[in-house]
């Protein structure tokens, strides 16, 4: 089993920058690709960025460029790394085990204009 703890949400003017991070249990962390998410109020939750077990790393493109997710196998840690924030990166953000059924509970972003 993994829990998925996240951190790291704030309060940021556009412009800004944020990490994210999301602390895992376990000892299987390293094998699992993992994604964040996202789900801004009234909307569905959208997938921001993937990284597989090896580092590969994907992200949509309304991020493309300006977010970049990374992990440390060693501190079972996932990281989002938010520049150039815009006030409709407002959202929710979760991590998630690709593949499973396991979710953090969610860390709030707000990005002021």
């Known amino acids: 089993q993994v829990q998925l703890v996240e951190s790291g949400g704030d309060l940021v003017q556009a412009g800004g920058s944020l990490r994210l991070s999301c602390a895992a249990s376990?000892?299987?962390?390293?094998?699992?690709?993992m994604a964040w998410y996202r789900q801004a109020p009234g909307k569905q939750r959208e997938l921001v960025a993937t990284?597989?077990?090896?580092?590969?790393?994907n992200y949509a493109d309304s991020v493309k460029g300006r977010f970049t997710i990374s992990r440390d196998n060693a501190k079972n840690t996932l990281y989002l790394q938010m520049n150039s924030l815009k006030p409709e990166d407002t959202a929710v953000y979760y991590c998630h085990a690709r593949l499973t059924d396991y979710w953090g509970q969610g860390t709030q972003v707000t990005v002021s204009s």
């Open positions: 376990g000892s299987i962390f390293s094998i699992l690709a």
């Open positions: 990284i597989t077990s090896r580092s590969s790393t």
